[in-house]
């Protein structure tokens, strides 16, 4: 199941608890930064960065570096919506069958995740398709993504396992089908549950996330109070310090830098330009290492996290 894969890589291990940890065994690499929909959630709404798709050449020659150095999973998404990306069934045959990565999987939205977009995906071998679903109802969908996107979601959810099932029976490529949802207060739980139940049958889990600050860029958005840091799933929360990302996940943005952090909306978190570096050479440089002993030592003062709000409630 798909906690068990999230549990395994928001736990470091004693081989990746180092400045110098080795290659991390999953990366998420962003075939684009645009996205369709503002949440307040989410500092993608906030442009503080140029947002394109990143280059096929360069795709492809990435993808078969990291596969060469170690990375074992594929997230085919970062920051951005990938079902945007014209070319994502490609790149996700790429991975596959070209480079042989074990397990490639991708988050979405939901929204352009059409019968016809999801039946190229699961044909192309995506292993994991995961829904993020955050509204309650049309009205909060609205409200929260400032777009008319609920019933379109749902259509998109419950259309995919019909379709998935017929891929694997022809095929033999079976996709897992998951949905997270976020707990953006102490309401929304509940408030969610018929929406949730509505999509249960489609899927083969669900699971809670809380809200993060992303950062601390969107920390106070709507009079909510996220969590410290990125501590992964609701209920199998990790400390905030240090932070798993750093050790055992990459994140590739849309232009080709290794960023540290999960939510590197504003560059903050460059640690390298993989135009001119190799992957493990950006993941083992000068300011990656310091800022991995800063979170191992539990004391950011002054480095890129300092603004997070795993560090503050750290602290207090």
């Avoid at 070319?87 to 790429?94: K, P, T």
């Avoid at 920390?219 to 310090?241: C, F, I, K, S, W």
């Amino acid at each position: 199941m798909i906690t068990e894969r999230i549990d395994n890589i928001t736990l470091i291990p004693a081989s990746h608890s180092s400045a110098t940890p080795p290659c991390p065994p999953s990366v998420k690499i962003e075939l684009t930064a645009r996205c369709d929909l503002a949440c307040f959630f989410c500092a993608t709404s906030q442009r503080l960065r140029d947002k394109r798709d990143m280059d096929w050449d360069f795709l492809m020659r990435l993808m078969g570096e990291m596969r060469q150095a170690g990375v074992e999973e594929l997230g085919m998404f970062y920051l951005g919506e990938s079902m945007l990306y014209p070319r994502l069934a490609e790149a996700i045959d790429a991975a596959k069958n070209r480079f042989g990565y074990p397990y490639v999987f991708l988050t979405t939205n939901g929204r352009l995740a059409t019968p016809d977009r999801l039946r190229d995906c699961f044909e192309a071998g995506l292993d994991s398709l995961k829904f993020s679903f955050n509204w309650a109802d049309a009205a909060q969908a609205k409200e929260i993504t400032r777009v008319d996107c609920f019933d379109d979601v749902v259509a998109n959810i419950l259309a995919a396992r019909p379709i998935r099932d017929e891929v694997a029976a022809r095929t033999g490529r079976r996709c897992g089908l998951y949905a997270s949802s976020i707990q953006y207060d102490g309401e929304q739980r509940d408030r969610m549950e018929a929406a949730v139940q509505q999509i249960l049958p489609a899927v083969d889990q669900h699971y809670w996330l809380p809200l993060y600050g992303q950062a601390g860029l969107t920390t106070g958005e709507r009079g909510t109070m996220p969590v410290a840091g990125n501590v992964g799933r609701a209920d199998a929360m990790r400390q905030p310090l240090p932070c798993w990302s750093l050790f055992t996940e990459g994140h590739v943005t849309w232009d080709g830098h290794l960023a540290a952090c999960c939510f590197d909306h504003d560059g903050r978190f460059d640690m390298g330009d993989l135009n001119t570096q190799s992957f493990m050479e950006a993941w083992h440089s000068a300011p990656f290492q310091k800022l991995r002993q800063a979170n191992l030592d539990k004391d950011v003062a002054g480095t890129q996290c300092d603004d997070c709000i795993a560090y503050r409630k750290h602290q207090g």
